[in-house]
């Protein structure tokens, strides 16, 4: 089923969580609603499921106003963040939960609830703790028992709050690659949200990226990795290196350096800020970053390197700026990624020159 | 709850064991000694006194003191008064809770004070309430009167005043309760297609079911011991508004000290049961909550 949004707003007293967020989940796809905490992305799951009613605006369930449906005929699963089982069933009557409050003229037959059950029991491969009340499993079982218990309606969407946020960092990989391989088997339209970048890039076909209760950014991972449409997405998707300065030609000035950059500018405010001379602020990843100890190279700025980290293939070098280099607006500290062949040469205090491979430029909407 | 009580059992072993953290032996008697000393003459002593009282004459008075008519009034009427004022505290009491600890509303923290006004109101300053409102002098009392509704003086002021005192016991067992466990359970419930009445009965009450017993029975035991409020608003008709509390006063003040004791001893055992009973609740949630963890 397809989910849209119009225009919603939903305000907590003075509070702004969600300002006109429109948005469009087509049938089938795994998306990811991903932003910092207090983004607005857990409001706007709940204002789907039906849990919080929007300001304004209208959330559309295949083709019809959902607005005014209540959360009980939406037919959504919706996953809570931790868990929400109940604590007095066991796990078998926890999955069962959903069939028998049904009114008595759609509801299953005892054993027809029992085998529906036990199958997605064996789907997650807990049957054999169905007896089990849900303190006695651990946080990776009790995710899995809230997610075939919200399956177990057979609901028309999925909705899953930060599922694996109260997991510790090993089960939560596991259940990332699980739960992608059960939608790849399921393909029911599914929405989960999420904090971590690294979950959201690896496991949804798309990624929703929320900042202020707005929407920052559409797209398929790679699209949203590769070509971040703003600062505020350059920056939250991993390390970055930012630079603010005026466009000069082809170049960048910072301060004392020029930096070559990427040729385009991002974000000029309706078209009314001239290139040449425009403040603007460039972003250069970790590995975008070259080090050349070469200090007569005609472009790059000057820094020292303050540490190398020398471990596995690639060697993270963080550097901090010359004396002075901050009052004329270049960044304090670098962080660089590189090839750990590259880095024999360094040594700590160590000046060199850093030069941007790619150097993407916004507007400085600040200056 | 008793896992915290374990906890802190084998902390207390391990703060013994210890010599570095050990109290002196002097000290540890000394301490014991003075709590002991305390509860054998505060609360042991009176105890065995009502029984030793109520019995001194031998098992036939005792006996003849319980079926006299006036005393079996003063329990009929006290068992009566819980009957009413206890299931009604239990329903205003769980949803007082559930508005306090589910919704967010205006006026919240006033709500919250005031439930717990009765317990900062004397209670002889309740009785006099009750018969300034509906007293033959009070707000209500000519238009009462003109249409022969009696409250004062008559069983159904004995049961306002109860429902008054004890109000707070199931409603403050609840919030706290209650608060802690959130609403995701009943959000749960609700999103997978249950009504509100079946999230209530399948999923709020089993989850909350000690607790309101809890409230429950220290409700009844202040419903049936109340002395204070229902005194005022009572009358003390012999046979007719006397609860039990009061039958034992008027009964002490005639120097029929045997009946006297004998009646109290009822309420003795009440006050046993109800410990054994909170006790019981006690261990049975607590066991609930060890799991939990």
Same mark, same amino acid.
């Given at each position: 089923m397809s989910i849209q949004v119009e225009n919603i707003s939903k305000s907590f007293g003075a509070f702004a969580a969600l300002q006109g967020v429109s948005l469009d989940f087509?049938?089938?796809?795994?998306?990811?609603?991903?932003?910092?905490?207090?983004?607005?992305?857990?409001?706007?799951?709940?204002?789907?499921?039906?849990?919080?009613?929007?300001?304004?605006?209208?959330?559309?369930?295949?083709?019809?106003?959902?607005?005014?449906?209540?959360?009980?005929?939406?037919?959504?699963?919706?996953?809570?963040?931790?868990?929400?089982?109940?604590?007095?069933?066991?796990?078998?009557?926890?999955?069962?939960?959903?069939?028998?409050?049904?009114?008595?003229?759609?509801?299953?037959?005892?054993?027809?609830?029992?085998?529906?059950?036990?199958?997605?029991?064996?789907?997650?491969?807990?049957?054999?703790?169905?007896?089990?009340?849900?303190?006695?499993?651990?946080?990776?079982?009790?995710?899995?028992?809230?997610?075939?218990?919200?399956?177990?309606?057979?609901?028309?969407?999925?909705?899953?709050?930060?599922?694996?946020?109260?997991?510790?960092?090993? /089960?939560?990989?596991?259940?990332?690659?699980?739960?992608?391989?059960?939608?790849?088997?399921?393909? /029911?339209?599914?929405?989960?949200?999420?904090?971590?970048?690294?979950?959201?890039?690896?496991?949804?076909?798309?990624?929703?990226?929320?900042?202020?209760?707005? /929407?920052?950014?559409?797209?398929?991972?790679?699209?949203?990795?590769?070509?971040?449409?703003?600062?505020?997405?350059?920056?939250?998707?991993?390390? /970055?290196?930012?630079?603010?300065?005026?466009?000069?030609?082809?170049h960048v000035r910072v301060g004392e350096a020029r930096l070559p950059h990427d040729g385009q500018v991002d974000g000029q405010v309706d078209g009314q800020v001239d290139i040449e001379g425009a403040a603007v602020v460039g972003f250069a990843r970790p590995h975008d970053l070259a080090v050349v100890t070469d200090l007569a190279a005609a472009n790059g700025v000057d820094a020292i390197v303050s540490r190398v980290h020398a471990f596995g293939a690639s060697v993270r070098v963080e550097l901090d700026s010359l004396e002075g280099a901050a009052d004329r607006g270049e960044p304090a500290h670098y962080e660089v990624v590189m090839p750990r062949e590259r880095a024999v040469s360094l040594i700590d205090g160590q000046r060199v020159r850093l030069v941007p491979a790619h150097l993407r430029v916004f507007a400085d909407q600040a200056a | 709850m008793s896992a915290g009580v374990l906890h802190g059992r084998a902390l207390a072993r391990r703060f013994e064991a210890n010599p570095a953290t050990r109290e002196p032996i002097w000290m540890k008697r000394l301490i014991l000694t003075i709590a002991l000393a305390f509860f054998v003459l505060f609360l042991f002593l009176p105890l065995v006194a009502v029984f030793s009282e109520a019995l001194r004459k031998g098992w036939l008075v005792y006996l003849a003191a319980l079926v006299e008519p006036d005393a079996l009034a003063s329990i009929r009427l006290t068992v009566l008064v819980a009957v009413i004022a206890v299931p009604l505290n239990l329903v205003f009491g769980v949803i007082a809770a559930w508005a306090i600890a589910k919704f967010d509303f205006r006026g919240k923290r006033l709500l919250t004070t005031l439930i717990d006004l009765p317990f900062s109101v004397s209670p002889v300053v309740v009785g006099l309430i009750f018969?300034?409102?509906?007293?033959?002098?009070? #707000?209500? *009392?000519? #238009?009462?009167?003109?249409?022969?509704?009696?409250?004062?003086?008559?069983?159904?002021?004995?049961?306002?005043?109860?429902?008054?005192?004890?109000?707070?016991?199931?409603?403050?067992?609840?919030?706290?309760?209650?608060?802690?466990?959130?609403?995701?359970?009943?959000?749960?419930?609700?999103?997978?297609?249950?009504?509100?009445?079946?999230?209530?009965?399948?999923?709020?009450?089993?989850?909350?079911? #000690?607790?309101?017993?809890? *409230?429950?029975?220290?409700?009844?035991?202040?419903?049936?011991?109340?002395?204070?409020?229902?005194?005022?608003?009572?009358?003390?008709?012999?046979?007719?508004?006397?609860?039990?509390p009061l039958h034992v006063e008027i009964l002490y003040n005639e120097y029929n000290f045997a009946a006297a004791f004998a009646v109290a001893s009822l309420l003795a055992m009440l006050a046993l049961v109800t410990l054994a009973l909170k006790t019981f609740i006690e261990w049975r949630a607590g066991r609930v909550v060890t799991v939990d963890d």
């Open positions: 087509p049938t089938g796809e795994l998306v990811a609603l991903l932003g910092p905490s207090g983004c607005g992305k857990t409001t706007l799951l709940r204002v789907i499921a039906g849990l919080e009613t929007a300001d304004a605006g209208r959330v559309i369930l295949d083709g019809e106003d959902a607005s005014d449906t209540h959360v009980r005929e939406r037919q959504v699963g919706f996953v809570f963040q931790h868990y929400a089982l109940f604590r007095h069933l066991t796990v078998f009557e926890n999955v069962a939960f959903g069939l028998r409050v049904r009114p008595r003229r759609n509801r299953p037959s005892a054993d027809e609830i029992s085998r529906r059950v036990h199958r997605l029991l064996d789907l997650v491969q807990l049957d054999p703790l169905a007896d089990r009340f849900p303190p006695q499993l651990s946080g990776g079982q009790r995710q899995r028992i809230a997610l075939v218990r919200a399956l177990a309606v057979e609901p028309r969407v999925l909705l899953l709050d930060e599922p694996f946020g109260a997991l510790d960092a090993q /089960v939560r990989k596991e259940l990332r690659r699980w739960l992608r391989r059960l939608h790849d088997e399921l393909h /029911v339209t599914s929405i989960f949200v999420t904090h971590d970048q690294e979950e959201a890039l690896e496991v949804a076909d798309r990624v929703v990226l929320m900042n202020r209760g707005r /929407v920052e950014q559409v797209g398929t991972p790679a699209q949203i990795y590769e070509h971040p449409a703003t600062p505020f997405v350059y920056g939250f998707l991993g390390a /970055v290196n930012c630079f603010r300065g005026r466009v000069e030609g082809t | 018969l300034l409102l509906f007293g033959a002098q009070g #707000w209500f *009392g000519t #238009w009462l009167f003109e249409h022969d509704i009696k409250i004062v003086f008559a069983v159904p002021g004995i049961v306002l005043a109860t429902v008054f005192v004890t109000f707070p016991f199931v409603a403050r067992e609840l919030i706290p309760l209650m608060e802690a466990q959130g609403r995701d359970e009943e959000e749960a419930a609700t999103v997978l297609g249950a009504s509100g009445f079946q999230t209530f009965r399948r999923v709020t009450l089993p989850s909350i079911q #000690w607790g309101l017993l809890y *409230g429950v029975i220290l409700c009844n035991a202040r419903a049936m011991g109340e002395f204070g409020a229902v005194s005022v608003v009572s009358g003390h008709i012999r046979g007719a508004t006397n609860t039990m």
